[in-house]
């Protein structure tokens, strides 16, 4: 849930960056544009939820391969 909120995040910054130039309007009194500040945060988001779901995938793969493996074959006691 949290990759696909990152990315979605990300989409809507950049195509805010992207669609308006006064989206933060006490940058432009400053005298900075706000484009590379929404297009560095969708950059960070997007990257940060790509790495999210990554992770996310190795660990549902890993959590099922561990309980596969762990009952192949049973344990026998052995006699002391």
Same mark, same amino acid.
């Given at each position: 849930?949290? #990759?696909? /909120?990152? /990315? @979605?995040? =990300? =989409?809507?910054?950049?195509? =805010?960056?992207? &669609?308006?130039?006064?989206? +933060?309007? *006490?940058?432009? /009194?400053?005298?900075? #544009?706000?484009? #590379?500040?929404?297009? @560095?945060? &969708?950059?960070?988001?997007?990257?940060?939820?790509?790495?999210?779901?990554?992770? @996310?995938?190795?660990? +549902?793969?890993?959590?099922? @391969? *561990?309980? =596969?493996?762990?009952?192949?074959?049973?344990?026998?006691?052995?006699?002391?």
């Amino acid at each position: 849930m949290l #990759p696909v /909120l990152m /990315l @979605s995040c =990300a =989409a809507v910054t950049g195509s =805010a960056g992207i &669609a308006t130039e006064n989206i +933060y309007p *006490v940058l432009t /009194l400053v005298g900075v #544009p706000s484009i #590379p500040l929404c297009l @560095s945060i &969708a950059l960070v988001l997007g990257i940060s939820g790509i790495l999210a779901s990554i992770i @996310s995938i190795i660990e +549902y793969i890993d959590r099922h @391969s *561990v309980q =596969a493996t762990m009952f192949l074959e049973p344990k026998e006691q052995k006699p002391c």
